[in-house]
């Protein structure tokens, strides 16, 4: 496979998981989308604005080609921690429409260079890194926390899938769901 074969698969399956992670926020009240679900607090909206301001630094200010809007510091814990939330100041809108304009940004950067051009990853030891590894990171780092919005959005209210359209299909029942969670709790419980 070639570089810009290479790229174009890449960027392809970033903008898939970009999609899926904003479709686990479609139909939920402004409450769902930001109540913590785990003991760490994360939430729905929250994974939202964490991975817009984590791809605005990949994709941007690592190849010198900073986001205009200012980012919170990855360095000062408080203002790392507080990009995994959305404050009762920021609307739902908000956070999506700026995750919107960092994919605008970051997928300028994608096509602008070349798999081999090298940025700078401060909070990796400043170490010089290509696009291919930086590119690869976010789309697993997307990746990962479109996991976490499956897992959140099944715990609010059941709906499954990837994207809109398979949630919305459904496919099965809540009886289905419930028989299949007993019968894997059972098999738990069998090897006690």
Do not use: C, Q
């Amino acid at each position: 496979m070639d570089d810009s074969a290479a790229k174009t698969n890449l960027h392809t399956y970033l903008r898939h998981e970009r999609e899926a992670v904003l479709a686990k926020l479609d139909g939920l009240s402004d409450y769902d989308v930001r109540r913590p679900l785990t003991a760490s607090g994360t939430n729905l909206l929250g994974l939202v604005k964490h991975l817009a301001t984590w791809e605005a630094r990949y994709l941007g200010e690592v190849f010198a080609r900073p986001f205009p809007e200012p980012l919170s510091r990855w360095d000062v814990e408080e203002e790392r921690l507080a990009d995994m939330w959305a404050t009762e100041h920021e609307s739902r809108a908000d956070v999506v429409d700026r995750y919107r304009r960092v994919w605008a940004h970051a997928d300028a950067t994608i096509e602008a260079l070349d798999l081999t051009s090298t940025g700078r990853v401060e909070w990796w030891g400043d170490a010089e890194v290509p696009l291919f590894n930086v590119l690869v990171h976010v789309l697993a780092e997307t990746s990962r926390h479109a996991g976490h919005a499956d897992i959140l959005r099944e715990e609010i209210d059941g709906a499954v899938g990837t994207d809109a359209e398979a949630m919305a299909a459904g496919g099965h029942d809540a009886a289905f769901w419930a028989e299949r969670r007993a019968r894997i709790e059972a098999a738990a419980r069998s090897t006690r």
